[in-house]
């Protein structure tokens, strides 16, 4: 994925880009910004981007753990993350977990146990939902044939933010 990010960059008429490829695996992450705009880079991983924009607040782009087994990972990195800086926060991302079953339509039903881990996290850092307008599933698997349980759509993107920095933005939405 990296490797194609400046003529990405380019067709967006972007200034700016930072990319981490997750090594061969499906996915990764990009940031993107144009020039009117100072990005300081934090830290990095094949989970997250961590910047400060304009000497100002902080944004961290969020890729977490799919695989079940892993979840607690993705929480774990958020309470890290919390810890690195007092500027006013926003996360946007692919968490990969839900925060309540009905963020979640068809299949098997989720550990609840995650979704109560990742809602105290959430709470811990202090970051609320930022409000979303559209469809309320950002993802959907591929499957329509079969049974009535192969069908699933979840809400596993969303962004967060403390209330510092909903003070800051406060006409901040969401556009799924």
């Known amino acids: 994925m990296v490797k194609d990010l400046q003529g990405i960059k380019n067709r967006l008429n972007m200034s700016g880009c930072f990319g981490v490829d997750r090594d061969g695996l499906s996915g990764g ?3 993107f910004w144009t020039d009117e705009v100072s990005i300081s880079l934090l830290s990095f991983s094949k989970h997250h981007i961590d910047v400060i924009v304009d000497n100002d ?7 977490g753990w799919p695989e079940a087994s892993s979840k607690k990972n993705t929480c774990k990195l958020l309470l890290d993350l919390a810890s690195k800086s007092n500027l006013p926060w926003m996360i946007l991302g692919d968490f990969n977990i839900t925060l309540h ?14 979704m109560k881990l990742f809602r105290d996290s959430i709470s811990d850092c202090g970051l609320a939902d930022i409000s979303f307008t559209g469809y309320p599933f950002t993802w959907k698997n591929k499957s329509v044939a079969g049974g009535p349980g192969d069908f699933i759509q979840a809400r596993l993107d969303r962004g967060l933010a403390c209330k510092h920095w909903a003070r800051k933005f406060p006409k901040a939405v969401i556009l799924n």
Do not use: C, F, H, N
């Open 57 to 63: 607040w902080r944004y961290t782009g969020i890729y």
């Open 29 to 31: 992450l990009a940031l």
């Open 101 to 114: 079953t009905s963020a979640k339509w068809g299949g098997l039903l989720r550990d609840s146990e995650d």
